[in-house]
């Protein structure tokens, strides 16, 4: 958890209010209003994108949310 709260430190106030607020919607199960994708290859990871920030989570069987990383997307941001 440190490193996704270091990664929202990164970001501006603006960003930050932006990933809560998708995080928010994340957790009260209302994936129709978020731009969400699966993630080609994966059964489990998926990708939120507000803007240039990407928020990438793992959902598993019992319906758990696991955030894995908050990024500005970059060349970088789907290698795992």
Do not use: C, H, P, W
């Amino acid at each position: 958890m440190d490193k996704i709260k270091k990664a929202l430190r990164k970001l501006d106030a603006k960003e930050q209010k932006l990933v809560r607020e998708a995080l928010i919607l994340l957790k009260a199960g209302q994936y129709d209003t978020l731009d969400l994708k699966k993630l080609k290859g994966r059964d489990d990871i998926y990708r939120i994108r507000k803007g240039s920030i990407r928020i990438i989570f793992r959902k598993d069987r019992a319906g758990k949310i696991y955030i894995l990383a908050i990024e500005r997307r970059s060349n970088t941001t789907y290698n795992f």
